[in-house]
């Protein structure tokens, strides 16, 4: 069974660059038959896709994020992983690694950008 | 961009009675449509993916319907558990989320 676990600092200052790593277990992150996802959800708001990606490299992002994400995957260590440049108090959120529809999503790891 | 949207925003039930929620995307997503249920510091819980498939240990109380652009969850005798956010998700294109009906206790 699929588990996946956030890691990540958890106050990022603002114009800096937000990383998050999602660690994978119960499979591997090697496999085309989904592609690796991010999801965020600010304080008492609802979910936002942020951006997917294949291990082969194809990423596909959210237009409205797209000039600041930059998604990657580590084979060697079964991870991928999310950047998010020039974050703004906006970009506070809980972020969740996740294959949405098929249900598996890590615990979440609260952002909070702040100086 | 399909937008999702959910009605209505809060839908107020007492235990026992059957719940519907609404959910209607701007575009055709086919059957590409899941339903989930999240509860305060907890991750999304899915319940209903392909629009009608209830996902693993799902109780048969919760059922979803609709195809193209019109949706429904719906959930037959309400617990007490059940009260909590739903959001409704397409997968035809990427992912977007509904903004939520938040299901509360009359």
């Known amino acids: 069974q699929l588990h996946l676990q956030e890691s990540g600092p958890g106050l990022v200052k603002p114009s800096e660059t937000l990383s998050l790593i999602c660690t994978v277990s119960?499979?591997?992150?090697?496999?085309?038959?989904?592609?690796w996802g991010w999801v965020r959800q600010p304080p008492g708001k609802g979910l936002e896709w942020i951006g997917s990606m294949y291990y082969t490299g194809h990423t596909y992002y959210n237009p409205s994020l797209e000039s600041r994400v930059t998604m990657s995957v580590d084979t060697s260590k079964n991870q991928f992983s999310l950047q998010l440049s020039s974050v703004a108090a906006a970009d506070t959120a809980v972020y969740y690694c996740?294959?949405?529809?098929?249900?598996?999503w890590g615990q979440g790891a609260l952002v909070t950008v702040s100086s | 961009e399909i937008v999702m949207t959910q009605s209505p925003a809060t839908l107020s039930v007492s235990p026992g009675e059957r719940a519907t929620l609404s959910c209607r995307a701007s575009?055709?997503?086919?059957?590409?449509l899941a339903w989930f249920q999240q509860k305060p510091g907890q991750a999304p819980r899915l319940l209903i993916n392909?629009?009608?498939t209830r996902a693993t240990g799902i109780p048969a109380r919760f059922s979803g319907g609709g195809s193209g652009t019109e949706f429904t969850l719906d959930i037959s005798s309400l617990q007490s558990e059940d009260f909590a956010l739903y959001y409704c998700?397409?997968?035809?294109?990427?992912?977007?989320f509904g903004q939520g009906t938040k299901l509360e206790l009359k």
């Open positions: 575009q055709s997503v086919r059957n590409n």
């Open positions: 998700m397409q997968y035809n294109n990427w992912y977007t």
């Open positions: 996740a294959l949405p529809e098929r249900g598996v």
């Open positions: 392909g629009a009608s």
């Open positions: 119960g499979g591997s992150v090697r496999t085309t038959a989904y592609a």
